[in-house]
């Protein structure tokens, strides 16, 4: 259990070490030219790559998170891709597997920790800033990225501040039917995401809201997007979910109103049976996005 801890600790930490050491609004740096890794034929394929690489990403996680990807393709969005918080690249490497022609993938980190070997499993290469997310805008052109970009992973400090920041930037970049995915959202360990996204969700002229919720990650999509999110979580992510290798895979959702009707999704307790939980009481929160 204490190794498990460390673990999940230890990029953060390492981050604090590396800090001293990147410029304030940090830069591009140019990474070693390694040619990337031929696209995936398969799931199962993109994520033995990704699990390869060191990381805390789990792989129910990776499961999620490329349901909702594949989603995108299905609708026909495109878009950039960007991640802050990129430590050796396991959710990087997921997120390469989905870059489509004419796409970026642009990665920030206030350290640069890809190797080469990592690097060759990639399926893009990606720009990299090596910075704080909160510089990012004083180093990356934001023009040809704003309100285009499909899919945001903040995976970095996790502070206060640095949310509140990264969120300001995700709702600018944001492309309208793009997702912005928050690690570590519900963790308590990390209690002050909540209330730094909450702030800027409830005190901003946003439009973004949850769609999707686990225990390890937040997903949100702006309004106008949550009929065609909230349909796919409703009646496709639990049989897409099994398709990528869990199949005790179940939903909650015990309200829904129009400031808050995201979906939990997460894995059966044992004796549970789903996909729905407590739907004899809940019912009719099933019944539509
Ligand atoms: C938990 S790791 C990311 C893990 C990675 N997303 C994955 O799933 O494999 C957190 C990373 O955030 C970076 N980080 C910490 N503070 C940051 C900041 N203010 N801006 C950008 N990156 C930051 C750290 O250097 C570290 O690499």
Same mark, same amino acid.
């Given at each position: ?43 199962? &394929?993109?994520?033995? /790559? ?52 004419? &796409?970026?993938?642009?990665?920030c ?20 800033v090596?910075?704080?997310s909160?510089g990012f805008r004083?180093?990356m ?30 709702? &600018? ?15 308590? /360990? ?24 686990? /225990? ?31 199949? /005790? ?34 019912? &009719? ?5």
């Amino acid at each position: 259990m204490l190794k498990q801890i460390f673990a999940r600790l230890a990029p953060r930490r390492h981050a604090e070490a590396a800090r001293p050491l990147a410029a304030p609004s940090g830069s591009i740096v140019e990474l070693p030219p390694v040619s990337p890794a031929s696209l995936p034929a398969s799931y199962a &394929e993109r994520q033995a /790559n990704a699990a390869g690489i060191e990381g805390m990403f789990s792989t129910f996680s990776m499961q999620i998170m490329d349901a909702v990807l594949a989603q995108q393709a299905r609708m026909g969005c495109t878009g950039h891709i960007f991640e802050f918080g990129v430590w050796r690249g396991r959710s990087a490497c997921l997120l390469s597997g989905h870059v489509r022609d004419g &796409e970026r993938l642009v990665l920030c980190d206030i350290g640069q920790y890809l190797t080469e070997e990592v690097l060759g499993r990639l399926y893009v290469r990606p720009e990299f800033v090596l910075g704080s997310s909160a510089g990012f805008r004083h180093v990356m052109d934001l023009g040809p990225l704003r309100g285009r970009v499909r899919f945001a992973h903040v995976d970095s400090s996790h502070s206060y501040q640095d949310t509140l920041a990264e969120m300001r930037l995700v709702d &600018e970049l944001l492309a309208p039917d793009g997702v912005a995915c928050l690690d570590d959202f519900a963790n308590l /360990n990390y209690s002050q995401i909540l209330p730094a996204v909450f702030r800027y969700l409830s005190t901003t002229d946003t439009d973004l809201e949850f769609f999707l919720v686990s /225990n390890d990650k937040g997903y949100l999509c702006r309004r106008a997007a949550f009929a065609d999110y909230g349909a796919f979580v409703l009646g496709h992510l639990v049989d897409e979910v099994r398709a990528r290798g869990t199949d /005790n895979v179940m939903l909650a959702r015990t309200d829904a109103q129009p400031e808050y009707r995201a979906f939990y999704v997460r894995q059966a307790a044992a004796g549970e049976a789903g996909p729905f939980f407590g739907e004899h009481l809940y019912g &009719e929160f099933y019944r539509s996005p």
